[in-house]
């Protein structure tokens, strides 16, 4: 999970334009060889502009990892990235 941690801060902070992943799950998590994760599927994922903290689509990421306010109203945020990161930190924990 530590791998995905930074794999997450790369893509939020490591460019001057955000990437939000908005798929973040466990089947889009793979692990190499030697057991470090990396971050799969990039197709809905999208680039937030410099000064925008938000933005809006209509394309929808898997239910049960995706936040409210992105499934509700379409609002695509970091925050969404760290609520699909806290559902998979609590189910590695919970089993």
């Known amino acids: 999970m530590i791998d995905v941690t930074s794999a997450l801060e790369y893509l939020h902070f ?3 334009n955000p990437i939000i992943h908005c798929d973040l799950k466990p089947s889009n998590v793979l692990l190499d060889e030697n057991m470090v994760a990396h971050l799969s599927d990039f197709s809905i994922a999208k680039l937030l502009g410099e000064k925008d903290s938000m933005t809006q689509t209509q394309t929808l990421a898997t239910i049960g990892y995706m936040a409210p306010k992105y499934g509700r109203e379409g609002k695509v945020s970091r925050k969404g990235d760290v ?5 998979m930190l609590m189910e590695t ?3």
């Open 14 to 16: 490591g460019y001057s």
């Open 83 to 87: 609520y699909s990161y806290g559902i």
């Open 93 to 95: 924990f919970t089993r």
